[in-house]
């Protein structure tokens, strides 16, 4: 119904939407069909957090999302946030406090904190405020004390 | 090869003549797609069609006076992150904030929750809580409906066939608040979810339950049971006849006995939140 030809962009590389099937998701046009295989598949309903990535700059599961409707849509992954200035603090966070253990989740929890340190000044990033954006992220390892000092950290370096 | 296929239509008139030719019972309505993918996932729908209203001017809100008309495709973090919205409706806010997790609710929208007409909806009590209305688009045209007549069962609301949410509509800001009772905070649902709200228009609070099965349900207090500013007894009173109004519900979330205790604590809490919100008010 569109005149112009449906795309996306991921990572800032305009993705042709016509050959992608009405029920792909978007986690699985990531890994499989562009192997970005950053972005990790947990639960597949909505439940984990390991599949976020932005969209437009606001973390997303990707499991819950068909590519299709993000016709025109901007979408950053875990192999995008070194090029963008939150997420590289983040990811600098997380290795200077040993936050990661198998690293399943890590990539959903990057993402989700780069979104919201993206968008929130300084200030505004409390403890308790970037913990509680992060609920819906889950790590298997239990490996939160770690997780909750690198994320501290982010908060306090990221521009 | 994909089982569906995805029809976007780029207007209103579109949307609805495209629902009214289409097969009875093959199509889908997506909206966020929070809930509606996970049933095609586990194959409990097979639809043929879904029909997105992505391209529809429906994910924005606006003002009217006091009231307020969201569109039904507006994503939640958008109304979560609106410091108006946050201040004249914080019961919203509350709700909002205990569906899924933010992620999540990048893509779940209002009109979505209300499709579904889940019994475990958050949104649902607190917009019972709030009078809201939803305005409807079909092909006899557009009509208004309280949510309270719309919810009437799950996974069926009362709509007639062809027929969209369109928005919804909050009549005016009222100090509210949303609690509720589960195991995870972004990865469960409410075993209760209780909102109250009180109205400066006819100076009379509404308490709504939700979260147990068959649905949301609404207690309008006359205003001598359960005054603007009620005292200990007449609240520990209006809160003890609310819960047992809850259906005795036991699935595996909770007990029916166990849902009732905790929405007596619950009501008495929320009507305290939203009452400390009235401090300084008439």
């Known amino acids: 119904m569109s005149a112009v030809p449906a795309a996306l962009k991921v990572n800032h590389r305009p993705v042709d939407l016509e050959g992608v099937p009405a029920d792909e998701r978007l986690l699985d046009t990531l890994r499989w069909r562009l192997e970005l295989r950053g972005t990790k598949e947990g639960c597949r309903s909505g439940g984990c957090g390991a599949c976020t ?7 997303t599961l990707s499991c819950l999302t068909l590519t299709r409707e993000l016709d025109g849509r901007e979408v950053t992954t875990i192999e995008g946030a070194p090029d963008h200035p939150a997420g590289r603090a983040v990811l600098e966070a997380f290795e200077s406090e040993g936050a990661v253990q198998c690293g399943y989740c890590t990539p959903g929890f990057v993402m989700a904190l780069t979104g919201f340190l993206g968008r929130t000044p300084r200030g505004h990033r409390s403890t308790e405020r970037l913990l509680r954006e992060l609920q819906g992220n ?6 939160y004390a770690a997780i909750a000092r690198a994320v501290d950290r982010a908060g306090r370096e990221a521009p | 090869m994909s ?12 949307a609805v003549a495209w629902l009214a030719r289409a097969p009875t019972g093959e199509t889908a309505v997506l909206a966020g797609g929070t809930d509606l993918l996970n049933d095609l996932e586990e194959q409990r729908i097979a639809p043929r069609h879904l029909l997105s209203l992505r391209r529809l001017p429906w994910n924005r809100w606006s003002w009217t006076g006091p009231a307020l008309t969201i569109g039904s495709t507006t994503p939640l973090v958008d109304l979560e992150y609106d410091p108006k919205i946050r201040s004249e409706f914080p019961g919203l806010i509350g709700a909002i904030e205990a569906v899924g997790s933010v992620a999540l609710r990048a893509r779940a929208t209002l009109g979505g929750n209300l499709g579904r007409s889940g019994s475990a909806s958050d949104l649902i009590p607190m917009l019972l809580a709030l009078d809201a209305s939803a305005e409807i688009v079909g092909p006899s045209g557009r009509r208004s409906v309280p949510v309270d007549a719309l919810v009437v069962a799950s996974r069926r609301p009362a709509l007639d066939p062809g027929e969209l949410i369109r928005s919804v509509l909050l009549p005016e800001p009222r100090a509210s608040a949303y609690l509720w009772q589960r195991i995870r905070p972004a990865q469960d649902v409410s075993h209760v979810g209780v909102a109250a709200a009180f109205s400066p228009g006819d100076g009379r609070w509404r308490i709504a339950l939700g979260g147990v099965p068959p649905r949301a349900i609404r207690i309008h207090p006359g205003a001598s049971e359960l005054p603007g500013r009620p005292s200990k007894a007449a609240l520990e009173a209006a809160a003890r ?3 047992e109004r809850l259906p005795l519900a036991t699935d595996l979330r909770a007990t029916g006995e166990y849902r009732r205790l905790v929405a007596h604590a619950l009501v008495i809490r929320a009507v305290e939140a939203a009452g400390a919100m ?4 008439p």
């Not at chain 1, 889950?138 to 490996?143: I, K, P, V």
């Not at chain 2, 089982?3 to 579109?14: G, I, Q, R, T």
């Open chain 1, 138 to 143: 889950l790590c298997r390892c239990t490996g």
């Open chain 2, 241 to 243: 006849r609310a819960a």
């Open chain 2, 3 to 14: 089982s569906f296929d995805l029809v976007a239509p780029a207007s209103e008139e579109e």
């Open chain 1, 53 to 59: 990535v932005l969209v437009d700059g606001r973390p």
């Open chain 2, 278 to 281: 009235r401090e300084g008010a």
